[in-house]
C-alpha cells in the first residue's frame, strides 16, 4: 500500500485508487462540476512529492504541465511508497480578509448601493430586474494571482454576511501573471477563466444565502487577473507598452473608462442572472483595479498627508502621494515572498513557519501557523529568517551563506527537511530588488525621501503579517520611524465592498483614478541600478530629494 499525504491527513492507498477517491475516503471536498469524468477541470491537486508512483497524464490533463494533476484522473500505480499532494485549498489559508487602521471604513459608508428595492421589485440603476421579497446580497471580491477573498454583504443594512477565500486555482497556468498571459494565448479556449468560475461557483454556492439573491458583484484584481476573469484578450498587456486592451480602447475613443461591467450569467456564475459583475477600474499598465481599491479604502481622493501605500505579492503595486498628486507604479517582485520558487516555501497554510528566531547558542527557535509538523516556510518565515541570518553574521549583506554551506537547515523532524539554500536566497533577492527599485523610481519622480511621509501603508496578507524590525533590517521596506508604518492588511477587499455600497464612492474612483501618473520603472535609466542595489540585504535609507520635478 502507498502511504498517501493529502492535505496532511493520512491514509493507506491501494494501487488504481484514485486520488480524488482517496481524498474521499478522507472526507476532503475536492471541487468537482463532472462527477469525476475530466471535463470541468476543477479537481486539481498539486503533487509535492511521489510522481512516479502516479499514473501518467491521461489526455484529459493535457492542459496542465508541471506537478498538477486532476484527481480524478490520476490514480496510484506503485504498491508501495509515499504521495504527498494537496487541493487548491479553501478556507484554510491564512489569507487576510480583513482591513485594519484604514481612515475609511464600508461600516461607516452613507449606504447608496446601486441594487435597491421597492417593495417586491429589486432595482438595478433604477431598472427592475427581480421581484422578490428577501434580502438583496452583493458580492465583493480581491482577485490575486495567488489567493481570492469573497465578502458577501446584504446591500440594504451594509452587513458582512460571510466570506470565503482560497487559493487562485488558476496556478496550473503559472505562478505569475506573464505566465497565465502566455498561458491563455496559447490555450485559447478561456479555461483559466472556466476553472475559476468553477471554484468559485462552489464557494457562493456554500453562502448561507440563496445565490440568486446576490444582484451585483464587485471586483478588485491587478489588469491581468481582472481582465482574464471577464474573458477579455489579455495578450496587449504582456507586451510593452503592457497595457490592458481597456486602456488601448479607451485612448481610441472606444471607451471613457477602463472599468468594466458583465452579465453574470456570461461569466458562468451561479448569482442572480441578471446580476452585474462590475469590475474595477485600473489605472495603467500592471497597476490594476486592486491597487484602484487600495485607493479608495485609504480614502485618497480626499487626503491631504503624503502617504504611500504598498501591496507585495506576486505582483507588487506601489502608490505615493496625496488628492493633488499620485504616482503609481508596478513592480514585478514575482512568487518568492509568497513561497514559490523557494526550496520549502509554501503559502500561508497549516504547517508554514511563519516566525524564526535565532537563539544565542544558534539553535532556531521557530513558529509554525496551526498545530502540526513544519511542511515548510512561508513569506513572513522567510523575511524573519533572513533578517535573523543577517543579525547573527551566517549571511552577508550579498546573500552568500558564511560557513560556506549551499544550504541552512531550520527544522528536521524525522524525514522532513525545512532548510533555506543559498540559491533561494537569490530568489528572495530579485523580489526584493524589484521592490526596491520601484520605491527608488517613484520616490525619485515625486521628489522626495522615504523620511517625508506621514504614513507608509503596508496593504495585504503578506503586509499584515510582516515583522517590520526583520523588514527593515533586510531593506525589504523603507528604514523609517516604526510610528509612520501601518499593517493595514487587505485594504483591496475594503476597498471593493466601498464600491459596492456606494455609488457615489463608485463614481469618485472612476474620476480620480484618470489624474493618476502611472510611473513605468524599465524607462527609467537608473532602474538596473536600483534593482541592483535592492538585491543586497542591507536597511533601505532615504537619500537626498531629488528636485520636485513639475
Same mark, same amino acid.
Not at 446580497?137 to 477565500?165: C, F, I, K, P, Y
Not at 501605500?309 to 488628492?323: A, P, Q, S, Y
Not at 487587505?490 to 472612476?510: F, H, P
Not at 536600483?530 to 538585491?535: I, S
Given at each position: 500500500?502507498?502511504?498517501?499525504?493529502? !492535505?496532511?491527513?493520512?491514509?493507506?492507498?491501494?494501487?488504481?485508487?484514485?486520488?480524488?477517491?482517496?481524498?474521499?475516503?478522507?472526507? #476532503? &471536498?475536492?471541487?468537482?462540476?463532472?462527477?469525476?469524468?475530466?471535463?470541468?477541470?476543477?479537481?486539481?491537486?498539486?503533487?509535492?512529492?511521489?510522481?512516479?508512483?502516479?499514473?501518467?497524464?491521461?489526455?484529459?490533463?493535457?492542459?496542465?504541465?508541471?506537478?498538477?494533476?486532476?484527481?480524478?484522473?490520476?490514480?496510484?500505480?506503485?504498491?508501495?511508497?509515499?504521495?504527498?499532494?494537496?487541493?487548491?485549498?479553501?478556507?484554510?489559508?491564512?489569507?487576510?480578509?480583513?482591513?485594519?487602521?484604514? $481612515?475609511?471604513?464600508?461600516?461607516?459608508?452613507?449606504?447608496?448601493?446601486?441594487?435597491?428595492?421597492?417593495?417586491?421589485?429589486?432595482?438595478?440603476?433604477?431598472?427592475?430586474?427581480?421581484?422578490?421579497?428577501?434580502?438583496?446580497?452583493?458580492?465583493?471580491?480581491?482577485?490575486?494571482?495567488?489567493?481570492?477573498?469573497?465578502?458577501?454583504?446584504?446591500?440594504?443594512?451594509?452587513?458582512?454576511?460571510?466570506?470565503?477565500?482560497?487559493?487562485? $486555482?488558476?496556478?496550473?497556468?503559472?505562478?505569475?501573471?506573464?505566465?497565465?498571459?502566455?498561458?491563455?494565448?496559447?490555450?485559447?479556449?478561456?479555461?483559466?477563466?472556466?476553472?475559476?468560475?468553477?471554484?468559485?461557483?462552489?464557494?457562493?454556492?456554500?453562502?448561507?444565502?440563496?445565490?440568486?439573491?446576490?444582484?451585483?458583484?464587485?471586483?478588485?484584481?491587478?489588469?491581468?487577473?481582472?481582465?482574464?476573469?471577464?474573458?477579455? !484578450?489579455?495578450?496587449?498587456?504582456?507586451?510593452?507598452?503592457?497595457?490592458?486592451?481597456?486602456?488601448?480602447?479607451?485612448?481610441?475613443?472606444?471607451?471613457?473608462?477602463?472599468?468594466?461591467?458583465?452579465?453574470?450569467?456570461?461569466?458562468?456564475?451561479?448569482?442572480?442572472? &441578471?446580476?452585474?459583475?462590475?469590475?474595477?477600474?485600473?489605472?495603467?499598465?500592471?497597476?490594476?483595479?486592486?491597487?484602484?481599491?487600495?485607493?479608495?479604502?485609504?480614502?485618497?481622493?480626499?487626503?491631504?498627508?503624503?502617504?504611500?501605500?504598498?501591496?507585495?505579492?506576486?505582483?507588487?503595486?506601489?502608490?505615493?502621494?496625496? &488628492?493633488?498628486?499620485?504616482?503609481?507604479?508596478?513592480?514585478?517582485?514575482?512568487?518568492?515572498?509568497?513561497?514559490?520558487?523557494?526550496?520549502?516555501?509554501?503559502?500561508?497554510?497549516?504547517?508554514? #513557519?511563519?516566525?524564526? !528566531?535565532?537563539?544565542?547558542?544558534?539553535?532556531?527557535?521557530?513558529?509554525?501557523?496551526?498545530?502540526?509538523?513544519?511542511?515548510? #516556510?512561508?513569506?513572513?518565515?522567510?523575511?524573519?529568517?533572513?533578517?535573523?541570518?543577517?543579525?547573527?553574521?551566517?549571511?552577508? @549583506?550579498?546573500?552568500?551563506?558564511?560557513?560556506?554551506?549551499?544550504?541552512?537547515?531550520?527544522?528536521?523532524?524525522?524525514?522532513?527537511?525545512?532548510?533555506?539554500?543559498?540559491?533561494?536566497?537569490?530568489?528572495? @533577492?530579485?523580489?526584493?530588488?524589484?521592490?526596491?527599485?520601484?520605491?527608488?523610481?517613484?520616490? !525619485?519622480?515625486?521628489? #522626495?525621501?522615504?523620511?517625508?511621509?506621514?504614513?507608509?501603508?503596508?496593504?495585504?496578507?503578506?503586509?499584515?503579517?510582516?515583522?517590520?524590525?526583520?523588514?527593515?533590517?533586510?531593506?525589504?521596506?523603507?528604514?523609517?520611524?516604526?510610528?509612520?508604518?501601518?499593517?493595514?492588511?487587505?485594504?483591496?477587499?475594503?476597498?471593493?465592498?466601498?464600491?459596492?455600497?456606494?455609488?457615489?464612492?463608485?463614481?469618485?474612483?472612476?474620476?480620480?483614478? &484618470?489624474?493618476?501618473?502611472?510611473?513605468?520603472?524599465?524607462?527609467?535609466?537608473?532602474?538596473?541600478?536600483?534593482?541592483?542595489?535592492?538585491?543586497?540585504?542591507?536597511?533601505?535609507?532615504?537619500?537626498?530629494?531629488?528636485?520636485?520635478?513639475?
Amino acid at each position: 500500500m502507498v502511504e498517501l499525504h493529502f !492535505n496532511q491527513q493520512r491514509v493507506a492507498a491501494a494501487r488504481d485508487c484514485s486520488l480524488f477517491d482517496c481524498a474521499e475516503s478522507l472526507g #476532503i &471536498k475536492v471541487p468537482t462540476s463532472c462527477r469525476k469524468q475530466g471535463k470541468c477541470k476543477e479537481c486539481l491537486v498539486e503533487i509535492v512529492e511521489g510522481m512516479e508512483l502516479l499514473s501518467p497524464p491521461a489526455p484529459q490533463e493535457a492542459h496542465l504541465k508541471g506537478n498538477f494533476r486532476l484527481s480524478c484522473s490520476c490514480r496510484i500505480v506503485a504498491e508501495d511508497g509515499l504521495v504527498r499532494c494537496h487541493t487548491m485549498r479553501r478556507g484554510e489559508m491564512r489569507i487576510e480578509r480583513h482591513a485594519l487602521e484604514l $481612515p475609511v471604513s464600508h461600516k461607516t459608508l452613507t449606504l447608496e448601493p446601486a441594487v435597491t428595492r421597492e417593495g417586491s421589485r429589486i432595482l438595478l440603476d433604477g431598472e427592475e430586474i427581480e421581484r422578490a421579497d428577501g434580502p438583496i446580497h452583493g458580492l465583493a471580491m480581491d482577485l490575486g494571482t495567488t489567493t481570492v477573498v469573497l465578502r458577501l454583504l446584504n446591500l440594504e443594512t451594509g452587513e458582512v454576511v460571510a466570506d470565503s477565500s482560497f487559493e487562485n $486555482p488558476q496556478r496550473f497556468g503559472g505562478s505569475d501573471v506573464m505566465a497565465r498571459i502566455h498561458y491563455d494565448t496559447q490555450d485559447n479556449t478561456k479555461l483559466l477563466q472556466r476553472t475559476l468560475a468553477g471554484y468559485l461557483s462552489h464557494a457562493i454556492e456554500e453562502f448561507p444565502v440563496e445565490p440568486h439573491s446576490i444582484y451585483e458583484m464587485v471586483v478588485a484584481g491587478n489588469s491581468t487577473m481582472r481582465d482574464l476573469f471577464f474573458r477579455l !484578450n489579455v495578450y496587449p498587456i504582456g507586451q510593452s507598452p503592457y497595457r490592458s486592451i481597456t486602456e488601448l480602447e479607451m485612448a481610441e475613443g472606444g471607451r471613457r473608462t477602463t472599468s468594466l461591467a458583465e452579465n453574470a450569467r456570461r461569466l458562468l456564475l451561479p448569482i442572480h442572472p &441578471k446580476a452585474r459583475v462590475y469590475g474595477l477600474p485600473i489605472i495603467s499598465g500592471h497597476v490594476g483595479a486592486d491597487a484602484a481599491a487600495c485607493m479608495l479604502a485609504m480614502d485618497m481622493g480626499n487626503e491631504e498627508r503624503l502617504v504611500a501605500i504598498m501591496d507585495i505579492g506576486t505582483n507588487t503595486e506601489l502608490i505615493v502621494g496625496n &488628492k493633488h498628486r499620485i504616482l503609481a507604479a508596478s513592480c514585478p517582485a514575482g512568487p518568492a515572498f509568497e513561497g514559490g520558487r523557494v526550496s520549502c516555501g509554501m503559502p500561508g497554510l497549516p504547517g508554514a #513557519i511563519e516566525r524564526v !528566531n535565532v537563539r544565542e547558542d544558534g539553535s532556531t527557535d521557530i513558529q509554525i501557523i496551526g498545530d502540526g509538523p513544519a511542511e515548510g #516556510i512561508c513569506g513572513s518565515g522567510l523575511v524573519d529568517l533572513l533578517s535573523e541570518l543577517l543579525r547573527t553574521g551566517q549571511m552577508n @549583506a550579498l546573500g552568500r551563506f558564511e560557513n560556506g554551506e549551499e544550504r541552512i537547515v531550520i527544522s528536521s523532524q524525522g524525514e522532513n527537511e525545512i532548510y533555506l539554500a543559498e540559491s533561494d536566497v537569490n530568489e528572495l @533577492a530579485q523580489a526584493k530588488g524589484a521592490n526596491v527599485a520601484g520605491l527608488r523610481v517613484v520616490f !525619485n519622480e515625486y521628489g #522626495i525621501g522615504f523620511d517625508d511621509l506621514d504614513v507608509f501603508y503596508l496593504a495585504g496578507g503578506f503586509g499584515r503579517h510582516l515583522s517590520v524590525e526583520s523588514s527593515k533590517r533586510i531593506g525589504l521596506i523603507p528604514d523609517i520611524h516604526d510610528s509612520k508604518i501601518r499593517q493595514v492588511g487587505n485594504a483591496a477587499i475594503e476597498g471593493a465592498c466601498i464600491a459596492l455600497l456606494s455609488r457615489a464612492k463608485r463614481a469618485e474612483l472612476e474620476r480620480f483614478v &484618470k489624474s493618476v501618473v502611472h510611473c513605468r520603472l524599465e524607462t527609467d535609466p537608473n532602474f538596473f541600478d536600483y534593482f541592483v542595489e535592492g538585491c543586497q540585504f542591507k536597511p533601505l535609507h532615504s537619500r537626498e530629494p531629488a528636485e520636485t520635478k513639475p
